[in-house]
């Protein structure tokens, strides 16, 4: 579990040359896409004077403080598709602090949910932040991985994505995977491809277990956390009841197309890369929790 060494600059280069190679082309699709102001996609769910935006509207903040923090959901809900969101996270200290980027089919958190988790576990001054992602299927979690990033978050904007289609879910951070879950085509427990979605975003403070186990507080002194968003796009299959015609996988969006279903040669090289240098904890390698390993642990990623 430990952080293994890697050079940064050998990983700037690797990584700039995998943007020139690799920039996933996402053409222009017949999908919703959904760009634009805060009001026209999301909905704030809780403590409204914790909200707060640019002066053109363009970037939207989310702050903590010790009474409350804060959180948004998109007006729509999605089943399959691209989503994407800049964010800057929290910069100096801010252990014990989480912001929560994920996809929940639900508002509260239900017994039967499904969910895709990308959650910023804030750390000390200096210390680096770690990105934990999580999968519910049907109210069941327990799918954690950890990743250092490589570079920091909270210096500029950076880009979590989400690729979701009836074959694999990948977790993008500029444009490189760093996680994938395969369906495997049969009824499981653990692929969710079943329920809409609706994108949520939150900061609250987690200082119970998000920095070192728990060891590490929020300090309140610091308080406001802020974290910031911009740039929020969806290219996915918005849902309208009983069933919207895009969910059909007729294939007609890119999202859902053959090139989607598993990761590009290059993208391969781009995922390789973080397997060897930035995995922190992956719950599949942890015999000791799952002494029998969940059964999606022995889907393959490279397929
Ligand atoms: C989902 O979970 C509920 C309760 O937690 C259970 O009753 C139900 O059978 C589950 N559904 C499936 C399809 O596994
Ligand atoms: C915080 O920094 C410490 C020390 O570098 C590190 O062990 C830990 O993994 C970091 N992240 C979290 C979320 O605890």
């Not at 996680?179 to 491809?193: A, C, L, W």
């Not at 308080?223 to 009841?241: E, H, L, M």
């Amino acid at each position: 579990m430990e952080r293994r060494a890697f050079s940064p600059a050998a990983a700037a280069a690797l990584l700039f040359i995998a943007a020139v190679l690799a920039s996933p082309s996402a053409p222009a699709a017949e999908g919703a896409v959904a760009k634009g102001a805060f009001e026209d996609n999301f909905n704030i769910m809780f403590s409204e004077e914790h909200f707060k935006t640019s002066e053109d509207g363009q970037i939207w903040y989310l702050s903590l403080d010790k009474q409350t923090g804060c959180g948004f959901q998109t007006k729509q809900s999605y089943r399959f598709g691209w989503f994407s969101m800049k964010l800057k996270l929290v910069g100096g200290d801010s252990a014990g602090v989480v912001t929560a980027y994920y996809m929940c089919t639900e508002t509260a958190a239900g017994p039967t949910r499904d969910e895709v988790d990308i959650e910023f576990l804030g750390n000390r001054t200096g210390e680096p932040y770690l990105i934990q992602t999580n999968v519910y299927k049907n109210g069941t979690g327990n799918r954690e991985m950890r990743h250092a990033l490589w570079f920091d978050p909270t210096e500029d904007f950076h880009t979590y994505s989400i690729l979701w289609n009836d074959h694999q879910l990948v977790f993008f951070v500029d444009r490189v995977p760093v996680r994938v879950m395969k369906n495997n085509g049969k009824p499981n427990n653990y692929f969710p491809n079943e329920k809409p979605m609706y994108l949520f975003s939150s900061i609250w403070n987690a200082d119970d277990w998000a920095t070192r186990g728990g060891l590490e507080k929020t300090d309140w002194k610091k308080a406001p956390f802020v974290s910031a968003y911009k740039d929020f796009s969806v290219d996915g299959c918005q849902w309208v009841d009983p069933y919207p015609d895009c969910v059909s996988t007729t294939t007609k969006n890119w999202w859902d197309q053959y090139d989607a279903w598993h990761l590009s040669d290059a993208q391969k090289m781009d995922f390789a890369w973080v397997e060897r240098n930035l995995v922190v904890y992956d719950y599949c390698k942890d015999t000791e929790r799952f002494p029998t390993l969940p059964e999606e642990c022995s889907m393959s990623p490279w397929e």
